[in-house]
């Protein structure tokens, strides 16, 4: 396991029994954005992104310049440059450095949305592949400890419903997320989470290994 793994795995862990905290980011199309690094309670999203910048900072100073990248375009604090959609996180963070997918050669399943969830944003296009439900099997191997596993919606209009993080435990795989239904952060096995609910399909994708400042 490498060290952003680790601590990933660390970090994911510290928070579990936390409150679910349900539209805890300030701002809309009408209120002027508010940044919140908040670490009291989260939803499935704050989750992920704030294991991910602590497992990325050095010191508690870089915390909320990590959030920002991960949560903002080009880590600029307004409501019009939040990752409004997954699909958009996903994008972004990419193109920073601060993740990579997984399996993406075995992600055959092509989905294109019109994105219109978000009171005051216009619909937007979105394309992307996921791992077919039951091809999940067929990259288990390669899935590791600290991935983030997204949940492709079944709706017309929304392209990712839900996220977590991955925990492998010798040959068990687990899903830690902030689940509204259990509410709070939880740990449960992710083939229960896969019975439980429906999807076009499971995105993955994994921390970059990098320097910590």
Same mark, same amino acid.
């Given at each position: 396991?490498?060290? #952003? ?10 928070? @579990? ?5 349900? +539209? ?7 209120? &002027?954005?508010?940044? +919140?690094?908040?670490?009291?309670? !989260? ?14 900072? $050095? +010191? ?14 080009? $880590? ?7 990752? %409004? ?5 996903? /994008? ?5 450095? @601060? ?5 993406? /050669?075995?992600?055959?399943? %092509? ?13 937007? *296009?979105? *394309? !992307? ?21 997204? !949940?492709?919606?079944? *709706? ?5 419903? %839900? ?10 795989? !687990? ?9 709070? #952060? ?10 439980? +609910? /429906? ?7 994994? &921390?970059?290994?990098?320097? /910590?400042?």
């Amino acid at each position: 396991m490498n060290g #952003v793994a680790a601590r990933m795995e660390s970090i994911s862990g510290r928070f @579990l029994e936390y409150p679910y905290v349900a +539209n805890g980011l300030i701002g809309s199309a009408n209120t &002027p954005e508010v940044f +919140n690094d908040s670490l009291h309670g !989260f939803d499935c999203v704050t989750y992920i992104e704030s294991v991910m910048a602590l497992a990325y900072s $050095g +010191n508690a100073g870089n915390f909320s310049s990590i959030l920002k990248k991960l949560r903002y375009e080009d $880590g600029k604090v307004a409501w019009n440059r939040r990752n %409004h959609y997954m699909t958009q996180w996903l /994008r972004n963070n990419i193109r920073s450095g @601060l993740i990579d997918r997984v399996a993406s /050669r075995k992600q055959t399943n %092509h989905k294109e949305r019109v994105l219109s969830v978000v009171p005051g944003l216009p619909p937007r *296009r979105a *394309r !992307f592949s996921c791992i077919p439900k039951r091809g999940l099997k067929s990259v288990r191997s390669e899935m590791q400890t600290g991935d983030l596993i997204f !949940f492709a919606s079944t *709706r017309p209009q929304l392209d990712v419903f %839900h996220c977590g993080i991955v925990v492998r435990k010798g040959t068990g795989v !687990f899903l830690r997320h902030a689940s509204r239904s259990q509410g709070g #952060v939880v740990e449960q096995e992710l083939d229960s989470f896969l019975k439980q +609910n /429906r999807m076009a399909g499971v995105i993955l994708a994994r &921390p970059v290994e990098r320097s /910590r400042a």
